[in-house]
């Protein structure tokens, strides 16, 4: 990107003269390619949005459109930064087929894992306290940016189709794919909860890493990464939480010996989730909240898994191996959470008062 094409995508913003600006790459643009602004006294962060990944932009910009516009977010206590609308009044600037989006720069710092368990509770509490802002957000206009993201059933129904299609498989894949087709009573569950679970407005990527805090980590100043928003469970939003914050390997490590759900983290995630959300929840949410972490889990061990026999075709892989060992990491914590499902019962018990 040269400076004459930047200055381009941000004449169409009128409400700064961009005549003295200066721009840098920032962060680690895995999804979408991002700019650091400087124009005057004022940073702007601008995003080439990635169509390949959200196939959907229109749908993104409804959304968020929905949700600033029946949320009224002066009542977070963090930003939730959405995109500046240009002078066409539109979120998204297209210029040579490409397309662009502009924000407000939020100052702080983002981790990739906690070094204390405190952060874990403050994380979730942001998380929860989103979800009870949300609440008169009306799902039924919410659209599907990612058609059938969470639903843990179709991912079950896909891997059966994909393996009726396939030949003999090796007896390492045979080992993952038992443990995955074994998982009848989760899905059963998951079914169960399907047909009295309330839509809620979610974030559905709720990562450590989609959150800024402010720089001595102890409060949330702005969540991120909104361009999922959609109808969902809470049992999502929390359940991603514990399958990405409460495993003590990352979800690529190859370190099988040490995967394990780390109980403390587990706790304090359900403290502050649930600090956010106690005057929300129904009852079946509430109960929900004990198998997300398996729910999330097992999605995304689905999910790499089938990638792995389908060749790859949707996630990318640095080495041809790397979807089937993302898969069998997913399956160890799976096997931890289930492993101690009592122990986790007993602290939802001690933290809900259910």
Not at 16 to 27: I, L, P, Y
Not at 279 to 305: D, K, P
Request: charged share 20%.
């Amino acid at each position: 990107m040269i400076k004459e094409q930047m200055a381009e995508i941000l004449a169409n913003y009128t409400f700064n003269s961009f005549e003295d600006f200066e721009f840098q790459t920032f962060g680690a643009g895995l999804i979408h390619g991002t700019y650091l602004i400087e124009s005057g006294d004022s940073n702007f962060i601008l995003q080439e949005f990635n169509t390949s990944v959200f196939q959907f932009p229109e749908r993104i910009s409804h959304n968020q459109r929905l949700v600033k516009s029946q949320g009224n977010d002066t009542f977070l206590p963090f930003q939730l930064p959405l995109p500046i609308v240009n002078s066409n009044n539109k979120l998204i600037t297209t210029m040579g087929g490409r397309f662009f989006r502009l924000f407000e720069f939020v100052p702080g710092k983002t981790i990739q894992e906690i070094t204390a368990l405190d952060q874990a509770y403050v994380a979730a509490k942001a998380y929860g306290i989103f979800a009870e802002w949300g609440k008169d957000v009306d799902t039924d206009q919410l659209q599907e940016c990612i058609p059938d993201f969470h639903r843990l059933d179709l991912r079950f129904a896909k891997l059966w189709e994909v393996t009726s299609e396939i030949g003999n498989i090796s007896s390492e894949d045979q080992q993952l794919l038992d443990f995955y087709l074994g998982q009848i009573e989760l899905i059963a569950a998951y079914k169960e909860y399907q047909a009295v679970l309330p839509n809620r407005l979610t974030h559905n990527d709720t990562k450590i890493n989609n959150l800024i805090f402010s720089h001595d980590l102890k409060k949330v100043e702005a969540l991120v990464d909104l361009d999922t928003l959609m109808s969902g469970y809470l049992m999502y939003d929390f359940g991603d939480l514990v399958r990405t914050v409460a495993c003590s390997e990352s979800e690529t490590s190859q370190n099988w010996k040490a995967i394990k759900l780390e109980i403390p983290v587990f706790e304090q995630l359900l403290k502050g989730y649930w600090e956010g959300v106690k005057n929300l929840t129904t009852e079946e949410e509430t109960r929900s909240l004990i198998l997300a972490g398996e729910v999330m889990t097992c999605i995304m061990g689905l999910r790499f898994f089938t990638d792995h026999l389908q060749g790859n075709v949707y996630y990318k892989v640095d080495y041809p191996e790397q979807n089937f060992h993302r898969a069998k990491n997913q399956m160890i914590l799976l096997q931890s959470l289930q492993a101690c499902r009592p122990e986790l019962e007993e602290i939802w018990r001690s933290v809900t008062q259910a």
